[in-house]
């Protein structure tokens, strides 16, 4: 190969290096932006003043197994009744391309953990095996700008049996001060069975 050429052809390949080098960089540093804004506690008591149709809820996400990954404990409750929350969850954050991807896994024993988030170091008494994946449930989100990200679940693709549903279908928008969150139930013929009509929650980052 010609001086010349070898130059050009190194130059070429140590630039795309680089360049690869850098866009996992900056896509990890997204990935940690994403779960940082997510954690926290928040409430969408604003919202329920301002329509009446719309509860306060807590949505509380407490980060745990940092050495495994991107995993938040997640409880929902009605604000007055956070030691009886409607929901538990474990969300597991990761990157696939330039998506991010929220998977939901319901836990066997979930009673067990409830309210522990006062003690976080308890959660790594919780294993692997003690939670289920829901398959199709997973929130695909993209980066729309710095500390915001939106995204949903696939077109139904999520399973439900709550209230007649047939499948549940999610909407999410997150941002440094707070989430937006749509979550519908719907029966086989696509008639909403549960879940807000008019749009998302708008919770509020109070912690």
Same mark, same amino acid.
């Given at each position: 190969?010609?001086?010349?050429?070898?130059?050009?052809?190194?130059?070429?390949?140590?630039?795309?290096?680089?360049? $690869? !080098?850098?866009?996992?960089?900056?896509?990890?540093?997204?990935?940690?932006?994403?779960?940082?804004?997510?954690?926290?506690?928040?409430?969408?008591? $604003?919202?329920? @003043?301002?329509?009446?149709?719309?509860?306060?809820?807590?949505?509380?996400?407490?980060?745990?197994?940092?050495?495994?990954?991107?995993?938040?404990?997640?409880? %929902? $409750?009605?604000?007055?009744?956070?030691?009886?929350?409607?929901?538990?969850?474990?969300?597991?954050?990761? %990157?696939?391309?330039?998506?991010?991807?929220?998977?939901?896994?319901?836990?066997?024993?979930?009673?067990? &953990?409830?309210?522990? &988030?006062?003690?976080?170091?308890?959660?790594? %008494?919780?294993?692997?095996?003690?939670?289920?994946?829901? %398959?199709?449930?997973?929130?695909?989100?993209?980066?729309?700008?710095?500390?915001?990200?939106? /995204?949903?679940?696939?077109?139904?693709?999520?399973?439900?049996?709550?209230?007649? $549903?047939?499948? !549940?279908?999610? @909407?999410?928008?997150?941002?440094?001060?707070?989430?937006?969150?749509?979550?519908?139930?719907?029966?086989?013929?696509?008639?909403?069975? &549960? /879940? !807000?009509?008019?749009?998302?929650?708008?919770?509020?980052?109070?912690?």
């Amino acid at each position: 190969m010609k001086p010349f050429l070898c130059l050009l052809f190194y130059s070429i390949l140590f630039s795309s290096c680089k360049s $690869a !080098a850098y866009k996992e960089k900056e896509t990890d540093e997204n990935l940690k932006e994403l779960v940082s804004i997510m954690q926290g506690h928040y409430s969408s008591e $604003a919202h329920s @003043i301002e329509d009446k149709s719309y509860y306060n809820i807590s949505l509380r996400m407490t980060p745990i197994w940092k050495e495994k990954g991107n995993y938040l404990f997640v409880e %929902q $409750a009605m604000f007055d009744k956070q030691d009886k929350p409607y929901r538990v969850r474990v969300y597991k954050v990761s %990157q696939r391309g330039d998506e991010f991807v929220s998977e939901i896994y319901t836990l066997k024993n979930e009673k067990d &953990w409830i309210g522990k &988030w006062t003690n976080p170091e308890v959660y790594n %008494q919780l294993s692997e095996t003690d939670i289920e994946l829901k %398959q199709g449930c997973e929130v695909v989100l993209k980066r729309v700008e710095k500390n915001k990200f939106s /995204g949903s679940t696939g077109d139904k693709t999520c399973p439900s049996e709550l209230r007649g $549903a047939s499948f !549940a279908n999610s @909407i999410v928008t997150v941002t440094k001060d707070g989430i937006v969150s749509w979550d519908q139930g719907f029966d086989k013929d696509g008639k909403q069975v &549960w /879940g !807000a009509e008019k749009g998302g929650y708008k919770f509020v980052k109070i912690k």
